[in-house]
């Protein structure tokens, strides 16, 4: 059974860190490349930062940029997303995705999503 499954969310103060994971099973990241994406309260889910599979190639959306690093380790199967310097408006349910080209991945063409992982950031 091919499954992603989000870890890391969690409630953190403006300015601090969280490292999200997301662990693959039932499938290799060797041929997958990996998406983040978000959606906050009343809003359309957005992309925020992807990965090919060997991990020679990013993404990130303008919002984020400079703030959060996506990085993967196929020989644990997983992706992270360290995000820092959080803000307010980066309160959301974190998704990752997958889809067998990076373009697809950041074109939001995905064919596998996680459940999600909260993250708030609020003093």
């Known amino acids: 059974q091919l499954q992603l499954v989000e870890s890391g969310g969690g409630l953190v103060q403006p300015g601090g860190s969280l490292r999200l994971s997301c662990a693959a099973s039932?499938?290799?990241?060797?041929?997958?490349?990996i998406g983040w994406f978000r959606q906050a309260p009343g809003k359309e889910r957005e992309g925020v930062s992807c990965?090919?599979?060997?991990?020679?190639?990013?993404y990130y959306a303008d919002s984020v940029k400079g703030r959060f690093t996506i990085s993967t380790d196929n020989a644990k199967n997983t992706v992270y997303l360290q995000m820092n310097s959080l803000k307010p408006e980066d309160t959301a349910v974190y998704y990752c995705?997958?889809?067998?080209?990076?373009?697809?991945?950041?074109?939001?063409?995905?064919?596998?999503w996680g459940q999600g992982t909260r993250v708030t950031v609020s003093s």
């Open positions: 990965i090919s599979s060997s991990g020679g190639s990013t």
């Open positions: 995705a997958a889809a067998s080209a990076f373009r697809a991945v950041v074109a939001g063409r995905v064919d596998y």
């Open positions: 039932g499938f290799t990241l060797d041929y997958y490349a």
